[in-house]
């Protein structure tokens, strides 16, 4: 079985990264040590872009030169000295002692710098079959029809079956979109059996290089606008020389803007297009020739309100400057999540994972990292995908994250909000909300209906027709009410809202479950080697005995949910017969009733933290337990404890914590932390829909 995989174009310019990107993304899912290698690098092996692009994407805690076999100088300086083949031996050392610290070792073939595209791809064949792992070489499908892609294919099949290197796959990269169909038709029909050949269309998101990319070939300075501006991409150049009517009357969508610090009129008139409903949206400005921009114009930018457009100073001049950046092509950079999202999309769409996972046949590892459960967790959402109502849709953390959901295809969503004010604010981010649902609680024609359905639920505490109505136009209220008429199956809310502004719609409408009396919340903390789910850390200031078994009871069937066997440890400052006090009995009594209530599980308490993760501990205090030293499931008696536990570990263990996960109510609805980030909010859609899919029995 082999512990390595060999991707290499078979050309300049053949995309490479997207299949990277796809391959690793399974492996995450599936193993905790991952390899990265490339057999020739640039120089300094940290500037190295697939290194660069991998190692901080996956985390991968090995020196950077551990990954690179030799240095293009090296195989250059080999190839004039005529000793070209000793490199192989020397990339087959560096590889294999790589391979030794590391489960699996994902390979990245050479850029194809020289000259002759031939013996470079043969150079890399000679490679991967000298590392002994299998290869998968990727052509270009740009302006080439099914046919001559097809013929490239069975070509390159049987030369490098001639060369006695064994093939995972061949993948057609760029293709065409109006020949992607047929191609991916025929790939799979008409090439030898045994060969899995794939057909990935062209985009051209991948293919436009970012502001960021520009500002590092250029090596400029920022002077202005937020640094998500970077990640905006280009479309075309303009050169900002003539007076501003005509300037403007040449602004297209997406221009990058050359011009010189003295020219107020067209910096001043570039930002004010960005920012007007009537001009197309501009992707960033340069200003050259190594000028200071006027004080008073400085003055003026100063006061703005915060622009996403960023403003590039460089001391070249304007034709240079052009010039030197005309025939940069974009690039997927660690920075730029919209183009990651964009690359797994579409290796996900178009490259069967189930069928490459299993013939990259890795075992699962017992260990549990935290990409391993992100992955899962997009993963399981995927698979039957769920409708999450995502209030607070002017909100630009809620956009960003919600452009990589439907992107990857994790949900459909559902954006509430004045729509003008979203579709402007989307704009303005550069994001694109194709797909999403975009609805305005004040408009929409399902107020009424939800609004008398408000009023029959809550007349009994004083809600008239009017009061309901006016409720209605809250957009937690609506989106609670979406999920009550079954138009949405989850919500996710807290980024700007408080707790109490997300949970209360959900106990007043969609309510708890029967048995339960409490909503309450768990977090799913992912430390470098499992994961460990903590509750109640958000919601239960001081709950009584039966309140934490009900917290207890819910957190085991939510470990249970994301693939945690739930070993439930109730927490306290005393372990089993020895403590005394109240705060010691109320955790006594609460692991009778769950006991009581649920003898199927496995449960201790009161127990101590140490007594509960340490097995070492768990040998002095409590060696005859199941749970102790092997708890997965933590109860904390209060959220004063529990909440600052949570912090602790985070802070300190360097874990992920993923939550609140919210429990207890009859349809999924999650709280964010107000501090969240954009990964947090993806995880938390996620979970919700993982819930939305177990309310509904689905696998």
């Known amino acids: 079985m082999s512990r390595g995989l060999y991707i290499t174009g078979t050309g300049p310019r053949s995309g490479k990264s997207v299949v990277i990107l796809g391959i690793m993304e399974l492996l995450a899912g599936r193993i905790g040590n991952i390899g990265f290698f490339r057999p020739v690098a640039y120089p300094d092996a940290e500037h190295d872009h697939s290194i660069q692009?991998?190692?901080?994407?996956?985390?991968?805690?090995?020196?950077?030169?551990?990954?690179?076999?030799?240095?293009?100088?090296?195989?250059?300086?080999?190839?004039?000295?005529?000793h070209l083949s000793m490199l192989p031996a020397q990339i087959l050392e560096k590889y294999k002692s790589?391979?030794?610290?590391?489960?699996?070792?994902?390979?990245?073939?050479?850029?194809?710098?020289?000259?002759?595209?031939?013996?470079?791809?043969?150079?890399?064949?000679?490679?991967?079959?000298?590392?002994?792992?299998?290869?998968?070489?990727?052509?270009?499908?740009?302006a080439r029809t099914p046919s001559e892609i097809l013929d490239s294919v069975k070509v390159l099949a049987e030369s490098i079956e001639a060369k006695n290197c064994d093939i995972f796959a061949i993948v057609a990269n760029h293709v065409e979109e109006k020949w992607k169909e047929e191609t991916a038709a025929r790939l799979q029909n008409e090439v030898k059996d045994g060969i899995h050949a794939y057909a990935i269309p062209r985009h051209s998101l991948l293919e436009k290089p970012s502001v960021a990319e520009i500002a590092r070939a250029l090596r400029a300075e920022i002077i202005y606008g937020e640094p998500e501006g970077l990640e905006r991409e280009i479309h075309r150049y303009e050169i900002g020389a003539m007076g501003l009517p005509g300037f403007l009357g040449e602004l297209s969508e997406g221009a990058f803007v050359f011009t010189t610090a003295d020219r107020s009129d067209i910096i001043l008139g570039a930002l004010l297009a960005d920012a007007s409903a009537t001009y197309p949206q501009i992707a960033g400005l340069v200003l050259t020739g190594g000028l200071k921009l006027e004080p008073r114009i400085q003055q003026l930018l100063a006061?703005?309100?915060?622009?996403?457009?960023?403003?590039?100073?460089?001391?070249?001049?304007?034709?240079?400057?052009?010039m030197s950046v005309s025939s940069l092509r974009g690039k997927i950079g660690p920075e730029n999540k919209r183009k990651i999202a964009v690359a797994q999309a579409l290796f996900e769409s178009n490259?069967?994972?189930?069928?490459?996972?299993?013939?990259?046949?890795?075992?699962?590892?017992?260990?549990?990292?935290?990409?391993?459960?992100?992955?899962?967790?997009?993963?399981?959402?995927?698979?039957?995908?769920?409708?999450?109502?995502?209030?607070?849709?002017?909100?630009?953390?809620?956009?960003?994250?919600?452009?990589?959901?439907?992107?990857?295809?994790?949900?459909e969503i559902t954006l509430l909000g004045a729509t003008q004010e979203i579709q402007d604010k989307a704009t303005e981010l550069g994001l694109s909300m194709s797909g999403a649902h975009i609805v305005d609680p004040a408009s929409s024609e399902m107020r009424k209906e939800f609004a008398e359905t408000y009023h029959e639920i809550r007349k009994h505490k004083g809600i008239s027709r009017e009061m309901a109505f006016d409720l209605m136009a809250d957009v937690s209220y609506f989106g609670t009410m979406m999920i009550h008429h079954e138009r949405a199956d989850g919500m996710v809310s807290g980024a700007v809202h408080t707790t109490q502004h997300t949970i209360r719609p959900a106990l007043e409408i969609i309510r708890t479950?029967?048995?339960?009396?409490?909503?309450?919340?768990?977090?799913?903390?992912c430390l470098p080697d499992r994961v460990l789910v903590y509750g109640d850390c958000a919601v239960n200031p001081d709950p009584n005995a039966q309140?934490?078994?009900?917290?207890?009871?819910?957190?085991?069937?939510?470990?249970?949910?994301?693939?945690?066997?739930?070993?439930?440890?109730?927490?306290?400052?005393?372990?089993?017969?020895?403590?005394?006090?109240?705060?010691?009995?109320?955790?006594?009594?609460?692991?009778r009733i769950v006991k009581q209530l649920r003898p199927d599980l496995k449960i201790e308490g009161p127990i101590q933290y140490d007594a509960a993760i340490d097995p070492e501990v768990a040998k002095l205090k409590m060696p005859d337990s199941e749970v102790a030293g092997r708890a997965t499931v933590f109860i904390f008696p209060d959220l004063n404890t529990g909440n600052n536990t949570y912090k602790a570990v985070q802070r300190s263990a360097s874990a992920v914590a993923i939550g609140p996960v919210l429990q207890g109510l009859n349809k999924p609805v999650n709280d964010l932390s107000r501090g969240c980030t954009v990964t947090d909010i993806v995880n938390t859609v996620a979970i919700t829909a993982i819930q939305a899919q177990a309310g509904k029995g689905l696998p």
């Open 53 to 82: 692009l991998i190692s901080k994407l996956q985390k991968l805690k090995l020196p950077c030169e551990s990954f690179c076999g030799c240095t293009y100088e090296e195989a250059a300086s080999a190839i004039r000295g005529g």
């Open 303 to 322: 006061g703005l309100r915060k622009s996403q457009v960023p403003v590039l100073s460089v001391s070249e001049d304007t034709f240079s400057s052009a």
């Open 547 to 591: 309140q934490l078994a009900e917290i207890a009871i819910c957190a085991a069937s939510t470990s249970e949910m994301f693939g945690v066997e739930p070993r439930i440890a109730m927490l306290s400052y005393s372990t089993g017969e020895s403590g005394k006090g109240a705060d010691v009995e109320k955790v006594r009594e609460a692991t």
């Open 513 to 525: 479950k029967p048995d339960f009396t409490i909503v309450s919340s768990v977090f799913l903390m």
């Open 98 to 142: 790589l391979e030794d610290q590391c489960d699996f070792v994902l390979c990245a073939g050479t850029d194809y710098t020289g000259v002759n595209t031939a013996l470079e791809f043969d150079f890399n064949v000679n490679i991967a079959r000298n590392l002994g792992i299998p290869l998968l070489p990727i052509i270009s499908g740009i």
């Open 351 to 411: 490259v069967d994972p189930r069928e490459i996972g299993k013939r990259l046949m890795i075992s699962r590892s017992s260990r549990v990292t935290p990409l391993m459960f992100e992955y899962e967790l997009i993963s399981r959402a995927k698979k039957n995908r769920r409708h999450v109502v995502l209030p607070e849709g002017t909100e630009e953390r809620i956009l960003r994250a919600a452009e990589i959901l439907l992107l990857r295809g994790v949900v």
